[in-house]
T-cell receptor, first 114, second 113 residues
Framework: EAGVTQSPRYAVLQEGQAVSFWCDPI?????LYWYQQPRDQGPQLLVY????????NSQLPSDRFSAVRPKGTNSTLKIQSAKQGDTATYLC????????????FGPGTRLLVL | GEQVEQRPPHLSVPEGDSAVIICTYT??????FYWYKQEPGAGLQLLMS?????DRKEEQGLTVLLNKKDKQLSLNLTAAHPGDSAVYFC????????????FGSGTQLTVMP
């Protein structure tokens, strides 16, 4: 069974540019998470969905970040005007809905903002 | 909110020795515990998950201990080999409220041949 896939794997931007990250979760997983992992730190949740609905986006910088999952399968995370502080790896994870269900992670997208 | 402290940040052991990583959490409602491994340029690979009704779990050379009284979770790699070299993260999740994983800051393990 295929795991979580993400693209692109790497992105390099100048400040002020926009970028989108794409995630394809494990088939059948209704819950999808986006995490930001700064260098040498643990991942921190940005937003998560159940099907197409946003469950929690309280940690998403809403002025520049947005995330959608329109059909309840693939998801896109977009940064409108990137800043150097956005430099990090962006990880997507998926699971079945349920507090006890394990999250499985994709390989991540490494973003460098110059 | 929940906070997780992980130590040590760096750990070097000779091949064949044990390596122990410890996490301390703050929320007594925490019910789900995970250990992940991250190799360079890769995502997080699940090593083991433990629920709060378990004190000890062993799988394939890994031992996870959960001490709920002290709110401490540990990972013991017995007989480490160079392929175990990676960054290891603990993560915890509450049984109520938000289901986000709260991660430790990671431990860079180096196993020397």
């Amino acid at each position: 069974e295929a795991g979580v896939t993400q693209s692109p794997r790497y992105a390099v931007l100048q400040e002020g540019q926009a970028v989108s990250f794409w995630c394809d979760p494990i088939s059948g997983h209704d819950t999808l998470y986006w995490y930001q992992q700064p260098r040498d730190q643990g991942p921190q949740l940005l937003v998560y969905f159940r099907d197409e609905a946003v469950i929690d986006n309280s940690q998403l910088p809403s002025d520049r970040f947005s995330a959608v999952r329109p059909k309840g399968t693939n998801s896109t995370l977009k940064i409108q005007s990137a800043k150097q502080g956005d430099t990090a790896t962006y990880l997507c994870a998926s699971s079945f809905w349920g507090a006890q269900d394990t999250q499985y992670f994709g390989p991540g997208t490494r973003l460098l903002v110059l | 909110g929940e906070q997780v402290e992980q130590r040590p940040p760096h750990l070097s052991v000779p091949e064949g020795d044990s390596a122990v990583i410890i996490c301390t959490y703050t929320d007594s409602a925490t019910a789900y515990f995970y250990w992940y491994k991250q190799e360079p340029g890769a995502g997080l690979q699940l090593l083991m998950s433990v629920f709060s009704n378990v004190d000890r779990k062993e799988e394939q050379g890994l031992t996870v201990l959960l001490n709920k009284k002290d709110k401490q979770l540990s990972l013991n790699l017995t007989a480490a080999h160079p392929g175990d070299s990676a960054v290891y993260f603990c993560a915890v999740r509450s049984s109520s409220g938000s289901w986000q994983l709260i991660f430790g800051s990671g431990t860079q393990l180096t196993v020397m041949p």
